[in-house]
């Protein structure tokens, strides 16, 4: 490839920025790495994802445990004919290393990145492990913002090509008071999220009342919501859920139909497809995330169902 070609490789979009700016609602899903080095198991979600989902999110060490790279998952991901969305957590890097990867994922044609904190060492299988932490979320949204922007590092010094990137960050609609987790929103779009996945979403009442508070300022206009969907598998999963991820509000109904579900797969499947039928006439969100934990299969069965496709989206404009 030429100089030329690869400036312009570089200035190219992401699919999935094209979609949601297309107006689509957009679909999302999850890639765990491997705690091994055998690229098959990446492989074989990528290819489950590859005709269902407009990107997938790729975890960086999720709970703090080692996996294999999510900058090197991510490369798989794309050579099976997915859109990766690489995860880049702050537990494990300063500055240094998050700008170099930054450029390392555009150079290797990556244009989706999610910023997020990542879980502390002591809960993962390094216990010993130092945290880095070296950069807040919101300033590492605003130091990827003003390398894509401007192509200046935090430090001042020009890059040559600066990378395309689409810029995403999580959020926690049940974080606390929704006013609380509301400004927490607020302060990753203004650092420069372009687009935002939140925690697992099954409490629609209460999630409506957080996008009220996002609509009241606008802020839907300025950020793409993407709202979290987790398929619950069993009335064990359910109350897991329910008693020990913090932010996620599984109400009684939802618990009880589980666990007096004969076939709670079944039950799991039509909860998540409601939910996301639900969600879609939501004003401001604008697709779903939707996580199938030990679960893939379930993901293209709730894309059919919910009638999210058909892909690809022939609608979606060229760069």
């Known amino acids: 490839m030429g100089a030329e070609a690869t400036v312009r490789s570089q200035r190219a979009g992401s699919r999935l920025e094209r979609v949601l700016s297309d107006g689509h609602f957009a679909v999302t899903a999850e890639i765990a790495p491997p705690g091994s080095a055998d690229p098959m198991e990446v492989r074989r979600i990528a290819a489950l994802f590859r005709d269902t989902t407009d990107a997938c999110n790729v975890t960086d060490c999720q709970r703090a445990m080692v996996r294999m790279s999510a900058l090197a998952a991510a490369v798989l991901a794309a050579q099976e004919g997915v859109e990766p969305v690489l995860q880049l957590v702050l537990r494990d890097r300063n500055r240094i290393a998050l700008q170099a990867d930054l450029l390392g ?20 299988n390094e216990r010993g492990a130092a945290g880095v932490y070296d950069l807040s979320t919101e300033e590492f949204l605003s130091t990827a913002r003003e390398l894509r922007d401007q192509g200046t590092l935090r430090g001042g010094d020009r890059v040559d090509v600066p990378p395309r990137l689409f810029l995403g960050a999580t959020a926690n609609p049940f974080a ?15 650092a420069g999220a372009d687009f935002v996945q939140t925690q697992a979403i099954y409490d629609l009442e209460r999630f409506e009342e957080w996008m009220r508070l996002v609509r009241k300022e606008w802020l839907h206009e300025h950020v793409h919501i993407l709202a979290g969907v987790i398929p619950l598998r069993s009335a064990r999963m359910a109350h897991f859920m329910a008693e020990k991820v913090p932010g996620v509000v599984v109400p009684r109904d939802l618990l009880h139909r589980m666990s007096s579900a004969a076939d709670p797969r079944a039950e799991g499947h039509r909860i998540a497809l409601r939910t996301i039928q639900t969600l879609q006439a939501i004003e401001g969100v604008h697709g779903v995330h939707l996580m199938a934990v030990n679960w893939e299969e379930a993901v293209p069965a709730l894309v059919r169902d919910a009638g999210l496709g058909p892909w690809p989206r022939a609608a979606v404009s060229p760069t």
Do not use: M
Request: aromatic share 2%.
């Open 105 to 124: 994922a555009a150079a290797l044609g990556i244009r989706n990145v999610l910023c997020l904190r990542g879980d502390p060492p002591h809960v993962g």
């Open 176 to 190: 606390g008071p929704p006013e609380e987790s509301f400004a927490n929103l607020r302060g990753k779009v203004t």
